[in-house]
């Protein structure tokens, strides 16, 4: 396995990452602060995954973290799905590129053999030996991991090669009634629609599928027994409602409409342009009548003694009662 030795002077977080996008086209960043990259690429055996390259906030001081999205057995990555190689567990922030580790990975993943790689089949989880040699066959043609692209024509993915190359595959065990039959059978089951489908309802019958229909059956057919079991009471129920709407509700809603009422005559009466409609009244009523008592004393009605204490006090009601009515107005605005 090559190791990648970097050199160089130290990058910051920018430049690292602008080198890496730079220098594999396939990279794309999966948040704004381009702290999560994904690298799309595909195995020897055609399947796709991706590799997802992760940078902690005080990168490139801290090491950077590198999985992959689909199940793999590796030498180099761990249950978790993380790579760990020397490269990427001993990273010098004044050395190391992120661009060199990322490449390494991929080709790692791309260009593996056998000692220290296995795919873990969807199907059965189980690998496939015969593909396992043909990697190693196909690995010194792998390009680069940054420009891989998906298989054409040109360069098949192994399991064509098979079919062009007539290699026999292994039968699906998923189905074990097909297993007993030959090519000649199967050829007749493809064209006799009736033995086909006689085939099919023996497969389903054997099937969990079949079980997993008959139990949500059952589920539903209880659900709906249940239901039923309940119509009575709701039947029950309804009367009850019917009953406390043609009377309960009736003096109940007379009742509340009642001190609705009050209670909108109440704060009507308490408003605040009509407190202080008020209290500008009170004030011109207490002005007024310390004029009164002016018009008296010029009358020579009362002695100054009288006109003075009165006219005072009238005076100072209203205006106490002004300030309150400003302050009021000033309030509300």
Request: net charge neutral; hydrophobic share 35%; glycine share 2%.
């Amino acid at each position: 396995m090559h190791v990648s030795t970097p050199s160089g002077a130290a990058q910051g977080r920018g430049p690292q990452v602008t080198d890496l996008l730079s220098r594999i086209i396939s990279c794309r960043p999966l948040n704004r602060d381009q702290s999560l990259f994904e690298i799309p690429l595909w195995l020897p055996d055609g399947r796709s995954t991706a590799v997802r390259i992760t940078l902690p906030p005080s990168f490139p001081q801290a090491q950077p973290s590198i999985a992959v999205t689909s199940p793999l057995r590796h030498a180099n990555v761990k249950a978790s799905g993380h790579l760990s190689f020397p490269s990427l567990d001993f990273w010098d922030p004044q050395s190391s590129k992120l661009a060199d580790i990322v490449e390494e990975a991929c080709s790692m993943l791309s260009s593996p053999s056998d000692d220290d790689w296995q795919l873990i089949s969807a199907a059965s989880g189980s690998s496939n030996p015969s593909s396992l040699h043909q990697r190693d066959s196909q690995s010194t043609q792998q390009q680069p991991p940054h420009t891989q692209q998906r298989p054409t024509s040109r360069s098949a993915s192994p399991a064509k090669q098979q079919q062009q190359t007539g290699t026999a595959t292994n039968s699906p065990q998923d189905f074990p009634e097909l297993a007993s039959l030959s090519n000649e059978a199967l050829a007749a089951l493809l064209l006799d629609d009736a033995k086909y489908r006689s085939l099919v309802s023996k497969v389903l019958s054997n099937s969990s599928a079949t079980q997993v229909q008959d139990s949500v059956r059952k589920g539903i057919i209880d659900m709906a027994n249940s239901n039923l079991e309940k119509e009575q009471l709701i039947s029950e129920v309804k009367n009850h409602i019917a009953i406390v709407r043609s009377s309960e509700y009736a003096a109940a809603k007379e009742q509340f409409d009642s001190r609705l009422q009050r209670q909108s005559a109440a704060l009507a009466k308490l408003k605040p342009d009509v407190l202080i409609a008020k209290l500008a009244k009170a004030s011109r009523e207490a002005d007024d009548q310390a004029e009164a008592l002016y018009d008296e004393y010029i009358a020579s009605s009362t002695t100054i003694e009288i006109f003075i204490a009165s006219y005072c006090k009238k005076k100072t009601v209203a205006h106490a009662r002004n300030l309150k009515s400003t302050a009021a107005l000033q309030t509300l605005r």
